[in-house]
């Protein structure tokens, strides 16, 4: 075989090998934490009593009948549906005679726990004036596709702020034997804000009471 018609052939096979090789690029998506060594437990839309960046204290209203009360406070590893939900319009509302029932939880996140936001807060010009943000600055705001919403951090949860929050236990401990204490949280998605919280919320930031008491 000639040189030429080789250096042909060897050029056509590299380029059929290139051709399915990955390429890495800048322009590769992010990637998002690793919760697979976690289960999920259960979802809940509460109010922030406090948080910090170990930490949220969570208050979730209850929709608790009337056949039902006196029951004790609900365990969020039931992943019991009849919370107050703040922001749905009619889809969790009980049809039968309720009493509501506000009980405070206290849940401690994991390395890979994130804070996400359905709220972004106003763009402004250099005029004071409101303005829309950029495709490519939502697009670094939602950062991984596997994450909801937008990207924030746990110093939004101030009290008051209105959260979905996703709970997780590690797989190591069972099911049956998980207890409350073995709950964390996996994300906490802000929703909104109180506009008038109650008034043990509204200051709670200087609170030493126990986050699981009745209130």
Do not use: C
Not at 84 to 92: D, E, L, P, T
Not at 192 to 212: F, R, Y
């Amino acid at each position: 075989m000639s040189p030429r018609p080789a250096r042909v052939i060897s050029a056509v096979t590299l380029g059929y090998v290139l051709a399915f090789v990955p390429v890495l690029s800048a322009a590769d998506p992010p990637k998002g934490p690793d919760f697979s060594k976690y289960a999920y437990v259960a979802d809940v839309v509460g109010e922030i009593v406090k948080a910090d960046d170990k930490k949220l204290t969570l208050r979730v209203t209850w929709n608790v009948t009337q056949t039902q009360g006196g029951g004790g406070r609900p365990r969020l590893s039931g992943n019991n549906r009849n919370f107050h939900n703040h922001y749905a319009m009619r889809g969790n509302q009980p049809r039968v005679t309720v009493k509501q029932e506000h009980h405070d939880y206290e849940l401690e996140y994991v390395p890979e726990s994130v804070v996400r936001t359905k709220v972004l807060p106003p763009k402004l010009d250099e005029k004071g004036k409101r303005v829309n943000y950029t495709t490519k600055e939502l697009e670094e705001l939602r950062g991984p596709a596997s994450l909801p919403a937008y990207a924030a951090s746990t110093s939004d949860l101030t009290p008051g702020t209105i959260v979905d929050v996703v709970i997780i236990r590690d797989k190591s401990v069972p099911a049956a034997k998980a207890t409350e204490d073995d709950l964390r949280v996996k994300w906490a998605v802000i929703l909104g804000h109180d506009q008038n919280p109650p008034k043990d919320i509204a200051g709670s930031k200087d609170s030493k009471a126990d986050p699981k008491k009745k209130n």
